[in-house]
């Protein structure tokens, strides 16, 4: 089946830290990738995605490079601030007979000053 | 440009009472989306509409969850009864069409007593 497997959080980081979060997929077919971000009291919001192999999607300084040969979508961030506490979603998105988007668990940062 | 809007914010509910959640899109989106987040997981499809029609309900408990979605606007998504397992957030999203980029409300914080 179609799944999305993100790191467990919470991920604590100090300011100005390099941010890695790990993300895996498995899928039937060629997804499109995402990285959603939820801010504490407000919905998701789409940070960045990638629609084909070795495409990168950058926004706010994350980046993610969709990486066929080893189903992954990492992100990072070279220096993280107190504003990116926030969980981070992986998802994937396909059609199989009309669209899916399938999420992983979060990961939920946490920034220090 | 107003975001996808959703009521109420809060819900405390005894368990087999009634209780209905209200999801305003963003104008001119065509696909709605209602999510379930369980505390800790990623959002998981209820049910997807496009325009007035829902096309992909199968993970819809249908025994005590009704959806719909009349004029191809606004969407209303019922459990009657509750139990206690439904204690979620629920979370309505719009986008112009399957595939295209999902815009997330805030959700509804729903507990059940």
């Known amino acids: 089946g179609n799944s999305v497997t993100q790191m467990e959080g919470p991920v604590t980081l100090s300011e100005e830290a390099f941010l890695t979060i790990n993300c895996t997929y498995t899928a039937t077919g060629y997804p499109s990738l995402f990285w959603y971000v939820q801010y504490p009291g407000e919905g998701l919001q789409l940070l960045l995605k990638a629609t084909k192999a070795d495409d990168k999607g950058s926004n706010k300084g994350f980046e993610a490079t969709y990486r066929k040969e080893t189903t992954s979508f990492h992100l990072e961030k070279g220096s993280v601030q107190v504003s990116d506490s926030a969980v981070y979603f992986c998802?994937?998105?396909?059609?199989?007979?009309?669209?899916?988007?399938?999420f992983g668990a979060g990961t939920r940062l946490f920034v220090k000053a | 440009e107003a975001g996808v809007v959703q009521s109420p914010r809060y819900k405390i509910i005894e368990k087999k009472q009634p209780v209905a959640f209200w999801c305003n899109p963003i104008s001119g989106h065509n696909t709605l989306y209602w999510y379930l987040q369980n505390l800790g997981q990623g959002p998981e499809l209820l049910i997807r509409y496009e325009n007035e029609e829902a096309v992909d309900d199968s993970q819809l408990p249908k025994d005590r969850f009704s959806a719909e979605r009349l004029k191809g606007v606004d969407s209303t998504l019922k459990i009657q009864p509750a139990e206690l397992g439904d204690s979620a957030v629920y979370l309505c999203a719009s986008s112009q069409g399957q595939g295209e980029t999902q815009y997330f409300g805030p959700g509804t914080r729903l507990l059940v007593l």
């Open positions: 998802a994937l998105s396909l059609n199989t007979g009309g669209f899916k988007t399938i």
